[in-house]
């Protein structure tokens, strides 16, 4: 067997001393007596409980109201690691939106050969009905995460990036807020960036984004699936958060020619929607019939003008694990630049080679679903029993095209509290993206998602992960 | 606002007051099982009618003991206006209403639940019952004060307060029915221990025992007590002080969004209706008409509410 990798410590980078942008944290921490920071730690939780910031996990038997595990340790990235990622960040999401503009309009790169054309027709993602729709502003996706992960002082790679709904953000503000509660005196110490201004952002880029039937103020107003739904905290807090209105489907009809939302006093348009429902399910007329969660013909307003919808219906196409392989090519395509982040390498098992070396190499590889999120469905081979690699061969033979494969990669690692003190542990990061005609604003912090168990490699909340705060230090 | 934002908030705060009234409710038995046990089994299964709930407790196989009474009022998540069924259905509510709420009110509510969920997830023992009762009158008055204290005076709050106060009036006038024979003048007979035992009940479930002692000192004739729970402008559980609070809300509601509805013309005609009563004049055409009068006409403001605001439709 091969040696034991060795993960990038963010904190210490492996040396005696917190390596710089830790290091007067590092003097705070060591400053403090640690039964007063493991009390910290239950505070948080307290306070998050009496916050109401709680998730359900699909598929648990109790339907119960969860948190997601909150550590004190802050994730911090230097002033000048963030402007690096930030340059990278806006190339790629500006490649995306050009992507999804051109696959659903003239498909030049279709005809440059550079994206098989299969990948895009044969795709559940691809909406045709998009096809000739441009929306205002000619904005695609408002809202962009872009899933970020660390291997080394210098290398950051995309694992992902989540161009439909990416959720999240409400962590983001919150942990600062919870950080800011229960360690002021860190920031008087420590100059960090602030996140709070998100919400602001989000008002004014959707705003930016109205419509042509928008007439003085926009209205915006966020669709959510309902109290039931695993992410109801934030779209209510995002709401909240930005003065828009929280609507589900039965609040809204198409009246006139508009989406209109029912008042105490009758029906009023709205302008801009940014929802948190599905593609399928977000017009009973023109997609899922089935759908309770949605509007009947708002894909039909959308078309003429009426509203603007965020993200676009139809984005999928763009952060689908199959066309991510090609996102180098994408970047390049449209942007003309070479891709500053780097993408890990991706074996396609639809194609037969990649496959052979993919069942050889299985017990080193990841594989992922093609249309799986949230880490279900997945295989983390070096972690997985011999039964769980067989289990998962089987069904990669029988339906290769599903799946792709990346090499293991060796996380960074941040450290916990935990009972015996800091211990390190793999995280990840998701910046959040805004973008409007205006242009594109990315909030300096993002979301570190942290795996609570020691070795592992999963960071999703579903999968018992955790969440850190992050913090983007002042130059 | 969302013609559902209003129902929310309506409905939050009236499950809320039903919380609180049906806590009473349980405090007034308790106090009349310590002090007169040998009324007591009478007084739990009126306790239960004032709470409208003797089908569901009969069902549920309930006996009209302390212990059934206390824990079907308080815990059972089986009888709909539990202590605990109405403070889910208040956070439930809250939820759907979050952007409507202060982070304050969002967060009594929220702890309140958090709260109570663990106070009552056991059968609660006599000797914890004063404790939980004082807990859960706390909380009610930790979201009511961050209500007052914090909230913007717009539409939501006019829907809060209407939702408050329309259930306070269904629920004082409920535990008068229930008693009404005992208001009566007619069994004025004065004096006997009985009387005194539902007199003291029925001032109690209104938490008006201290005020009526404050303004009539050691006099406790029924028409009194009826004059006071009924038509006393001042105390903020009687039935027109409620209906004059109604009254306010809506009119403020209906000059905000410069419109008449219905709701507004109904809760006026009822507020002048009640304004010109004397208490001999409810007594001669009988008490137990004029509140049930009272009730459907109350209830029909609440309907009234509903369809003015498009809660649902």
């Known amino acids: ?475 | 606002m969302l013609g559902k934002t209003a129902g929310g908030l309506f409905w939050m705060y009236r499950y809320l007051e039903r919380a609180e009234n049906t806590a009473r409710l349980a405090d007034a038995g308790f106090r009349i099982a310590l002090t007169r046990s040998d009324h007591a089994d009478d007084e739990w299964a009126s306790i239960i009618d004032t709470a409208s709930a003797r089908a569901a407790f009969l069902e549920a196989g309930g006996k009209f003991d302390g212990p059934s009474v206390i824990n079907f009022l308080l815990r059972d998540p089986a009888n709909p206006s539990s202590v605990i069924s109405v403070i889910e259905a208040a956070r439930n509510n809250a939820r759907l209403v979050r952007t409507a709420l202060t982070r304050e009110v969002w967060e009594a509510v929220n702890e309140t639940w958090i709260t109570l969920k663990s106070e009552l997830a056991r059968p609660v023992r006599e000797t914890d019952l004063p404790d939980v009762l004082t807990r859960i009158r706390n909380q009610s008055a930790l979201v009511r004060g961050a209500t007052v204290g914090t909230m913007l005076r717009n539409d939501i709050y006019n829907f809060a307060r209407i939702g408050t106060f329309i259930e306070r009036a269904d629920n004082i006038a409920r535990i008068l029915d229930v008693k009404y024979y005992v208001l009566l003048p007619s069994v004025q007979l004065v004096g006997s221990t009985l009387d005194n035992v539902q007199w003291e009940t029925i001032l109690r479930a209104a938490s008006a025992e201290r005020s009526f002692r404050w303004l009539y000192g050691g006099e406790t004739r029924p028409l009194t007590i009826a004059d006071f729970l009924i038509l006393d402008r001042r105390m903020p559980r009687s039935l027109l002080y409620c209906i004059r609070k109604i009254a306010g809300n809506l009119g403020h509601l209906c000059s905000d969004y410069s419109v008449r509805r219905p709701s507004l013309d109904h809760v006026l005609a009822l507020r002048d209706e009640l304004e010109d009563l004397t208490i001999d004049q409810i007594m001669e055409r009988g008490l137990h008409e004029f509140l049930t009068r009272f009730i459907q006409s109350n209830n029909a403001l609440a309907g009234h509410v509903e369809e003015d605001f498009r809660f649902n439709r």
Not at chain 1, 197 to 211: F, G, I, N, V, W
Request: hydrophobic letters at 40%.
């Open chain 1, 1 to 475: 067997m091969g040696e034991t990798p060795t993960f990038f410590n963010e904190m210490d980078g492996g040396g005696e001393r917190p390596r710089p942008p830790y290091a007067r944290y590092g003097d705070w921490f060591a400053g403090e007596p640690t039964e007063r920071l493991r009390r910290k730690a239950r505070e948080a939780e307290t306070f998050f409980r009496r916050t109401g910031i709680t998730f359900n996990v699909y598929g648990a038997a109790d339907a119960d109201e969860r948190l997601i595990p909150f550590d004190i340790v802050p994730r911090i990235i230097s002033a000048k690691e963030w402007s690096k990622l930030t340059r990278g960040i806006e190339q790629r999401v500006r490649a995306i939106n050009a992507f999804l503009s051109d696959i659903y309009h003239r498909q030049e790169i279709l005809r440059a050969g550079r994206v098989p054309v299969e990948l895009i027709e044969n795709n559940d993602a691809f909406l045709p009905k998009m096809l000739g729709v441009s929306p205002p502003g000619g904005v695609y996706t408002h809202i962009v995460g872009v899933d970020l992960v660390r291997t080394s002082e210098n290398e950051f790679f995309v694992l992902e990036d989540n161009a439909r709904t990416p959720s999240g953000v409400s962590y983001m503000l919150e942990n600062r807020e919870t950080m800011l509660q229960m360690f002021p005196e860190l920031f008087t110490k420590i100059r960090v960036r602030p996140v709070s201004d998100y919400p602001k952002m989000l008002r004014r880029s959707l705003s930016a984004c109205a419509p042509p039937a928008c007439k003085g103020r926009p209205v915006v107003a966020v669709l959510t699936p309902g109290i039931h739904n695993s992410a109801y905290y934030e779209h209510a807090f995002l709401a909240d958060q930005m003065g828009a209105e929280l609507v589900e489907g039965h609040d809204l009809r198409v009246v006139d020619g508009r989406i209109a939302m029912r008042t105490t006093l009758g029906y009023t348009p709205i302008d801009v929607l940014y929802r948190r429902v599905d593609d399928d399910y977000l017009d009973p007329l023109n997609f899922r019939a089935d759908s309770f969660l949605g509007v009947p013909g708002i894909f039909d307003v959308y078309r003429s003008g009426g509203i603007t919808i965020a993200n676009a219906p139809g984005t999928g196409i763009a952060d689908d694990k199959a066309i991510y392989s090609y996102m180098p090519d994408i970047v390049q395509f449209y942007t003309g630049e070479k891709p500053i982040l780097k993408n890990v390498p991706t074996w396609r098992c639809s194609e037969a080679s990649s496959l052979a070396y993919v069942l050889d190499h299985l017990a080193e590889l990841v594989v992922k679903e093609v249309h799986g999120s949230g880490g279900y469905g997945m295989l983390v081979g070096p972690a997985a029993s011999k039964k769980e690699l067989e289990a998962f061969r089987a069904k990669l033979v029988a339906k290769p095209a599903n799946y792709i494969a990346q090499p293991t990669l060796a996380l960074s690692t941040v450290p916990i509290l935990t009972r015996a003190g800091l211990a390190p542990r793999h995280v990840d990061l998701r910046p959040f993206v805004l973008m409007s005609p205006d242009g594109i604003e990315i909030t300096p912090g993002g979301l570190t998602r942290v795996a609570l168990k020691k070795g592992s490699l999963v960071v999703n909340s579903s999968q018992g992960g955790g969440t850190k705060d992050t913090w983007v230090l002042e130059d």
